[in-house]
């Protein structure tokens, strides 16, 4: 779970390292933020000469929490690190890479993009009856 003062990854190539939650968007006073949220964040590192400096404040999409997900067949997907994907109003990255694993649920709250810039998308085996065999790393054609 992501709330105001946690710290976040940055899983893209837009010049910041790492960023600062200040608020969680979403309906009413929302305290949490999960895989597939939106987030208002500012800079707190950034790599020199590039496009975000530090202290921007910017929006990013919680693209892996260490909290995980739960999904419908009952598996449960937790990350190692908690990291954002910085993207602008209209919910596009606004890096034009993507470093690290994402979950598939991000295509479900319209972040294709993000998802078909990634290099791995977490998705599950099965095998002829249904049995989850293991999970896999699949890369997006």
Known sequence: MIQNQSFLDVADNSGARKLMCIRVLG???RRYANTGNIVVAVVKE???NMYLKKSEVVR????RTRKGIRRRNGMFLGFDDNAAVIVNQEGNPRGTR???PVAR???????ARIVS?????LQRLMNKTNRIVNFQYFRPK
Not at 60 to 63: L, Y
Not at 117 to 121: H, R
């Open 27 to 29: 309906t009413g006073n």
């Open 117 to 121: 810039l990634a290099p791995e998308v």
């Open 46 to 48: 950034a790599t020199p």
């Open 98 to 100: 993507i470093f690290g």
């Open 105 to 111: 649920e991000l295509r479900e709250f319209n972040f």
């Open 60 to 63: 990013a999409v919680a693209a």
